[in-house]
């Protein structure tokens, strides 16, 4: 098997792996990565969302050799329980986190965004959040939490 080689969390990753395999069952299998989900396995809901490079990607059909000598960053990669990402404090003080099943591939998802628009409008975040599914009906308040998240980052 050929190594793939790439960056996951900040931290140089070498894998022996069939290069097709999914990103999202390398993460889930042998480097432990809880964060993503598997959700419908079909790029449809969003749950595996991790981010590769600047932009929230699903790992679900996203074959491991795409992400060779990436940054790939998983939820798990965005904040610490001593220093969460703003994100992930806005989700709290928002209340817009419910089942946990969807949040966090919508955290990626908002961290690409905010990776790419330090100043989204609601609209902006919407758009962004769309391909992700959530049955709780929290979604007005991802979109708070989010903006919430871009204020306290715009002033740092």
């Known amino acids: 098997m050929p190594s793939i080689r790439f ?8 894998i022996d792996a069939d290069p097709d395999r ?5 993460l889930r299998g042998p480097l432990r ?3 993503p989900h598997f959700g419908c396995g079909a790029n449809e809901c969003g749950a595996c ?9 699903a790992a679900c059909d ?3 050799w795409s992400v060779a000598d990436k940054d790939i960053t998983t939820v798990e990669g965005l904040g ?7 994100l992930q404090r806005a989700f709290i003080a928002e209340q817009a986190l419910q089942c946990g099943y969807c949040v966090s591939g ?4 908002a961290a690409a965004l905010l990776m790419q628009n330090r100043n989204p409008t609601g609209e902006d975040v919407r758009a962004a959040l769309d391909r ?11 979109v708070r939490a989010v903006l919430r998240a871009a204020a306290e980052m715009a002033a740092q």
Not at 22 to 26: E, H, P, Q, R, V
Not at 80 to 86: I, K, L, M, N
Not at 106 to 109: K, N
């Open 106 to 109: 919508i955290l990626m998802s």
């Open 132 to 142: 992700n599914l959530c049955r709780c009906g929290s979604h007005n308040r991802m």
């Open 33 to 35: 990565m809880t964060g």
């Open 49 to 57: 969302n991790v981010i590769v490079g600047d932009r929230a990607v």
């Open 22 to 26: 999914s990103l999202l069952d390398i």
């Open 80 to 86: 610490t329980e001593q220093r969460p990402h703003p």
């Open 62 to 64: 996203t074959p491991l």
């Open 7 to 14: 960056r996951l969390n900040g931290v140089e990753t070498d």
